[in-house]
């Protein structure tokens, strides 16, 4: 993927999150300008790459696609309350929870404006139903909070949609712009879908595993929401009665503190959990990497195959 086509994306980031009301670029800059993998857009274009299209369609696209992310980032951060993300003040505590959500609207607005302007109704029908996944995926999370009995099963099921879903349509619409046949579709789909599997896996492993100044987020924030994420399912699973009952106290909210967090880390490790969890990372990173068998080898699908092995390795 060429260093001129991010730098493309991003132009059109910049240009279409300006507004006459000054809060809005303000606001919008203070997550996108600061930092960020720039994962889900970067899929797009090494799509592109992999199927070898040569036109510039996917730029607008990848860019409606980051919009989406960060729109949806926006409302997470209004929602778990967070304080931080991407190593500094989250949106929300510097502009309050109403500019928050509303400029958090008006990203997914343009995201909409960006897949009209590209004329494909198989595009926006892919991109739309994500988008509509990920707002169900959140919604799951939510009824599922503070749950101890939440099970794997579940938890995969939410991180399939909360994430995964725009994943594998950031990397579909690759396939679509370029008029590839439906298996190709299927098998960016299949990368995508099992790449943002792993990559949130390992997202809640860091969450047990990574001091603050490294991950960009308060740590144990997961651990304070009640969220029942992988590492605290299994090392629920694999615990004594003593420990299980720790873990329904803290999950209920009534063991919050930071030696309570402490605590949880020690059962986590005790029980190798965040281990586990990256294990199981590895599994979908290796069914992404499996799913692009279909292409020609060559410079992009290696790079979407060190894509896959960075969102396992990473510790941030």
């Not at 260093?3 to 606001?27: F, G, K, W, Y």
């Not at 707002?135 to 749950?147: N, S, W």
Request: contains cysteine.
């Amino acid at each position: 993927m060429t260093a001129t086509a991010m730098n493309s994306v991003n132009s059109i980031i910049l240009d279409r999150m300006q507004s006459e009301i000054p809060l809005i670029p303000t606001l919008a800059g203070h997550l996108i300008a600061g930092g960020g993998k720039r994962m889900r857009p970067m899929l797009t274009l090494a799509g592109a790459e992999l199927v070898g299209y040569q036109g510039t369609r996917h730029h607008k696209l990848a860019a409606a696609v980051e919009f989406i992310h960060t729109a949806t980032l926006l409302h997470d951060d209004v929602v778990d309350g967070s304080e931080m993300r991407r190593g500094k003040e989250a949106a929300n505590i510097v502009f309050g929870n109403p500019a928050t959500v509303l400029v958090g609207d008006f990203l997914f607005s343009r995201s909409f404006e960006l897949m009209v302007e590209d004329g494909s109704l198989k595009v926006l029908k892919i991109l739309s139903g994500a988008s509509a996944i990920i707002a169900q995926g959140e919604v799951d999370q939510l009824t599922a909070q503070r749950k101890i009995e939440t099970s794997e099963e579940r938890y995969l099921h939410i991180i399939g949609a909360k994430t995964a879903a725009l994943f594998a349509a950031a990397s579909r619409i690759a396939a679509v712009v370029a008029e590839r046949t439906d298996a190709e579709e299927q098998a960016l789909d299949d990368y995508g879908r099992n790449l943002g599997i792993a990559f949130q896996l390992v997202d809640d492993a860091i969450d047990y595993d990574t001091g603050t100044e490294e991950m960009g987020k308060d740590r144990g924030d997961d651990f304070r929401e009640g969220k029942m994420t992988l590492p605290v399912i299994l090392a629920y699973a694999r615990g004594s009665d003593e420990e299980r009952r720790f873990w329904q106290e803290a999950i209920a909210g009534f063991r919050t503190e930071d030696e309570d967090l402490a605590h949880a880390v020690e059962l986590i490790r005790r029980h190798d959990a965040v281990a586990a969890t990256r294990e199981r990372a590895r599994h979908f990173a290796q069914r992404a990497c499996d799913a692009l068998s279909i292409f020609p080898d060559g410079k992009a699908r290696q790079a979407m195959v060190e894509a896959a092995q960075f969102a396992v390795s990473r510790g941030y």
